[in-house]
């Protein structure tokens, strides 16, 4: 039973989390009638432009991103090539509104592609606010993300495919037909699965490029509701519908998901047949161009718009220094929190899954520590927010809430991470440690230091990142006692005062890469993966 217990600790404290919220939200919604919601006209719009939005925003991510991943698979040496996966890493770790600032700097009416137009004697200018803008935004977060979740997949293809095919003479198109899209197809649905999700719970890139309720989401429903309207009712019923939504998207997507096949392949340095070929490589390279360009230029416009704006008075402010510290502090907390919990975890997966018969205990295990991806963070303040208001000063206690609930979301993001390495080093190393009774802290030293400190500098880094640009939890339970920095961002772009705004993004960005390569470097050590 001991090696079950911090598992079941981990899930009895977020199934407890999610039990509160849900309960604060069925108490709100009075006799809980989502018909008379779905009845009014606008609120039934608002889902409709919820999974529309999300719909398209995942079918563009995942367009350009098979080009892109299948000439970066295919251009395995090309000088830049590292720089650009490097770039494309970016936009997964970077704040959510410093990266909106940057789309707003290269697509706005004002923005450089406009400009361009204008100096070219053109008169047309580009409308970032609304479907159009909202499509930008989740295409230059998740393009990123769809590669680098396809690329291993390509990667992976056994070399003697490629052997094979050379000797057989096969082209391009019948490489793509034959080989690569029977592999790559049963990586798509469970990438475009995450990318939905997101979309589907974005908020920050709505609440800012929506441009008015014709544009709305549930998420930013929500938040109006609560912050705007306190109609706690409303916000209720919205909440457990998004849940429910998310639920049976989440459900359906591990039901139909295909398992991924594991090619027992040589690996050997064999190339491609047609890499040699002039119309791949300018395929290739116009491809990586593409990439580079719609990724680069909003990350090169946060720096010049930054470095331009009025950086000596506003790193004169108070304010900003306190909210960066806070930033700091609620981060550092929210990745520590996440870490005790992934390692809890993660310990009992092990246990488990090195015996015989708990496979299946296993599974539900880990399905529950990924319950924070069903369940959106504006639903869960709302809950916790409903539930609480009337029996204690809910916004005194908002740095507390903040790192929970951050600290709860970003557990499946540490559980992925260290799933695996402490897994491996149950069926490499138990026995012989147990044979030679090493335990306690000598096994912590000897046997599970040198193969997680990787792994758990790399899921503190990217918590710590996901936590510090976090505007969703901050929105709701924020004062200004403890506005964040990306609190204090976005009300600065919602005053209009954009020069402002550009120097305290670059502040927020380079806390969060300054963050993110301390605790990677820090806590995992500099050797190779």
């Known amino acids: 039973m001991r090696p079950l217990w911090p598992g079941l600790a981990v899930l009895g404290a977020v199934g407890a989390l999610i039990a509160a919220a849900l309960s604060g939200m069925i108490a709100a919604a009075g006799d809980l009638n989502p018909a008379s919601v779905l009845a009014n006209p606008y609120f039934r719009g608002v889902i409709q432009f919820t999974l529309w939005q999300a719909a398209l925003s995942t079918l563009l991510s995942i367009g350009f991103a098979l080009p892109i991943a299948r000439a970066l698979a295919r251009r395995g040496d090309f000088p830049g090539r590292a720089l650009l996966l490097r770039l494309f890493m970016l936009p997964i770790v970077m704040p959510t509104l410093v990266a909106i600032l940057g789309v707003l700097a290269v697509y706005g009416r004002a923005g450089w592609i406009s400009e361009g137009i204008a100096a070219a004697g053109g008169t047309w200018r580009l409308n970032i606010y609304g479907l159009a803008g909202i499509l930008i935004g989740h295409v230059f977060f998740n393009l990123p993300l769809a590669v680098r979740l396809l690329l291993p997949v390509w990667e992976g293809i056994p070399e003697e495919y490629w052997r094979l095919a050379g000797q057989l003479g096969m082209r391009s198109r019948e490489l793509l037909r034959m080989i690569e899209w029977p592999l790559v197809s049963r990586a798509i649905p469970g990438t475009a699965g995450v990318i939905f999700m997101l979309c589907f719970t974005s908020f920050p890139v709505v609440l800012l490029l929506g441009g008015g309720p014709a544009a709305t989401t549930m998420e930013v429903a929500i938040f109006q509701s609560v912050r705007f309207d306190f109609d706690l009712e409303r916000a209720a019923v919205l909440a457990l519908l998004q849940i429910g939504i998310c639920g049976l998207l989440v459900g359906t997507g591990f039901m139909l998901m295909p398992p991924l096949p594991r090619g027992q392949g040589l690996r ?87 015996r015989r018969y708990a496979h299946r205990r296993a599974a539900m295990m880990e399905a529950g520590g990924s319950l924070m991806l069903v369940v959106p963070p504006l639903a869960l303040g709302t809950g916790l927010y409903v539930l609480l208001s009337p029996h204690l000063d809910v916004l005194a206690w908002a740095p507390l809430f903040v790192v929970t609930i951050n600290a709860c979301l970003c557990l499946p993001y540490v559980l992925r991470s260290l799933e695996e390495p402490m897994q491996l080093i149950m069926e490499r190393h138990d026995r012989l440690a147990r044979s030679l009774g090493i335990r306690g802290f000598d096994r912590l030293r000897l046997v599970e230091w040198p193969v997680l400190r990787r792994p758990l500098g790399r899921a503190a880094a990217l918590s710590a990142a996901l936590a510090v640009g976090d505007l969703g939890v901050i929105a709701l339970f924020g004062t200004p006692q403890t506005a964040t920095l990306p609190l204090l961002l976005y009300q600065r772009l919602a005053a209009y005062q954009f020069d402002a705004a550009a120097v305290v993004a670059l502040v927020l960005l380079g806390l969060c890469l300054l963050l993110f390569i301390a605790l990677e470097r820090g806590l995992g050590g500099h050797g190779r993966a």
């Open 268 to 354: 050997r340095a064999v190339p491609r047949p047609d890499a040699a070929a002039r119309g791949a490589r300018l395929n290739d390279g116009v491809w990586l161009a593409f990439g580079l360009l719609f990724v680069g230029l909003p990350i090169l416009a946060v720096f010049i718009h930054g470095f331009q704006g009025p950086v000596a008075r506003v790193l004169g402010e108070a304010n900003l220094w306190r909210a960066a510290g806070l930033s700091l502090l609620f981060a550092l907390g929210a990745s520590a929190v996440s870490l005790i919990l992934g390692i809890g975890l993660s310990d009992t997966l092990r246990h488990l899954r090195f």
